[in-house]
């Protein structure tokens, strides 16, 4: 694999018209009786914001949430399609989850904001998501507690300049969506905070991600099956578990990644840099995947593959018959300082990884202590890599 590819995204969207005949329509949260105070529920009076701004016809729609107030959230679903080309969200305010103390008002659900099934849809700051998180993490448990922000089947989506806090659960999902763009967005929780990742991508495509900062306690990218085309780049991730694909094959499952570019990235106290994760008993793929360009500060793990991974107490499952294939994975580019002995770990299943290469990457120790590469069932080429990757040929 050379290079990287460099997808370009038509999405037909503009913030701004001038054509004659497609009126533009603004609705602001505080007519439809949002008061903002952070203690009123301001949920029905978004559920009605919505239904007007869904409902008008026109080229764009747009939903203002102004700033200087903060709205108390119960978990919505903005569900389309909607008759406007392009629903526009304004984002200036803050928008406040429920504490865990106040889940016997409303019934459980996997997601705290939902939007289902919106074509063409904008979300852009300088607002906040605040998941009020520490409320939850301690009080119940992960299975119970919703993804912060969803986006499902929301073809040709933008998200920029928002900054999201806390989340009770994954910070943002994108599930079974095309064409998506998110940049500039900051994503915090701390690194104590269980399983609060930053952007989870499951049965996506044509994505890219950019200039955006994500430190949280889990992955701070977690990509999922069936899903292609991605772009990531100059991501800061830290803390956090890196940029993961996987797992995958939990359960048996047959699950596919194919052609994820990662450059420009910086991972800085992070336990994981760039990772790739499988469950043995699993079938499918892992393919045609790129890390270029990376850039280290303290990490933890900068180069993982890893075929035992097990989401337990048992972190390392013995080879079953089966196994996700992993084929054509490139680490190229890797600068900087690991905070742990093994710099590059390859621990591939008993039916082994092929075409991994591994160049130009220098990476000593930032606590003084000699690092070196571990193989197991690694098949491909090394060169120019510090430490050296002996399994490899050069």
């Known amino acids: 694999m050379e290079g990287v590819v460099v997808m370009f995204f038509m999405f037909g969207i503009s913030l701004s018209h001038s054509v004659t005949g497609n009126a533009q329509h603004y609705f602001d949260v505080g007519k439809f009786g949002a008061v903002g105070d952070g203690k009123t529920d301001d949920s029905p ?24 107030k903060i ?20 984002f200036l305010g803050k928008i406040l ?3 865990a103390d106040e889940r016997g008002k409303f019934k459980s659900v996997g997601c705290w904001l939902c939007f289902m099934r919106v074509d063409g849809l904008i979300v852009d700051g300088p607002g906040q998501i605040d998941g009020n998180g520490a409320t939850w993490w301690t009080k119940v448990l992960i299975s119970e507690r919703p993804t912060a922000l969803l986006f499902h089947l929301c073809n040709d989506l933008r998200l920029s300049g928002l900054t999201h806090l806390n989340s ?5 999902s994108i599930h079974s969506c095309s064409g998506v763009s998110i940049s500039n967005l900051h994503i915090i929780a701390p690194s104590d905070s269980p399983n609060t990742d930053g952007i989870v991508i499951a049965l996506s495509t044509q994505l890219l991600i950019s200039n955006t900062f994500i430190g949280t306690g889990d992955d701070c990218i977690a990509i999922k099956g069936g899903t292609s085309n991605i772009n990531i780049t100059s991501v800061t991730c830290g803390p956090g578990h890196g940029i993961s694909i996987g797992s995958l094959g939990e359960d048996g499952t047959n699950q596919n990644v194919d052609q994820v570019y990662v450059t420009g990235c910086t991972f800085k106290g992070s336990t994981n840099g760039a990772r790739i994760k499988t469950t043995p008993g699993g079938t499918g793929y892992a393919r045609g995947v790129s890390f270029q360009g990376i850039t280290l500060i303290a990490s933890g793990n900068p180069i993982v593959i890893d075929q035992h991974y097990c989401n337990g107490l048992d972190h390392h499952c013995q080879d079953q018959k089966k ?18 002995v093994e710099a590059i770990n390859l ?3 008993k039916q082994g990884c092929r075409g991994i290469t591994i160049d130009n990457v220098n990476i000593s120790s930032s606590v003084g202590q000699d690092l070196r590469a571990v193989c197991n069932n690694a098949h491909g080429t090394s060169a120019s890599t ?7 040929l050069s």
Do not use: M
Request: aromatic share 8%.
């Open 45 to 68: 009076a978004f559920l009605k914001a919505w239904e007007a701004v869904c409902g008008a016809r026109g080229e764009t729609a747009t939903l203002k949430i102004p700033a200087d």
């Open 71 to 90: 709205f108390l959230l119960y978990p919505l679903e903005f569900a389309g399609p909607c008759k406007s080309s392009s629903i526009h969200i304004q």
């Open 97 to 99: 989850a429920p504490s």
């Open 168 to 172: 009770q659960n994954n910070h943002i």
């Open 323 to 340: 196994a996700v294939a992993i084929n054509g994975v490139t680490f190229s580019g890797f600068q900087g300082t690991s905070s742990v």
């Open 347 to 349: 621990d591939c299943s």
């Open 386 to 392: 510090v430490p050296v990757v002996s399994c490899l």
